[in-house]
């Protein structure tokens, strides 16, 4: 995984407080909270292999690292007019 994370950047603070309110990973309903979907969808979409935030399980629970959260919303913010 690359860090795309620099003194000061937003993608830092935005790291700070992920890790602040949910911890390095988070669960599914976490996840949806912070990208607006319902488990059910995010579920459904990692089942198609469509969701674009990696996500592993640890003892049959699904969760996401807080960097590849970040690193997502880096990339849809720099994609963005």
Known sequence: MKEIFKKNDIGMLLYDELITR???TLNMKELGEVLHYTPKSINTLISADK???KTFTV???RLADARDVVNYLNRQRSTAS
């Open 22 to 24: 949910y911890g390095v």
């Open 51 to 53: 969701f674009p935030v």
């Open 59 to 61: 003892r049959r629970r």
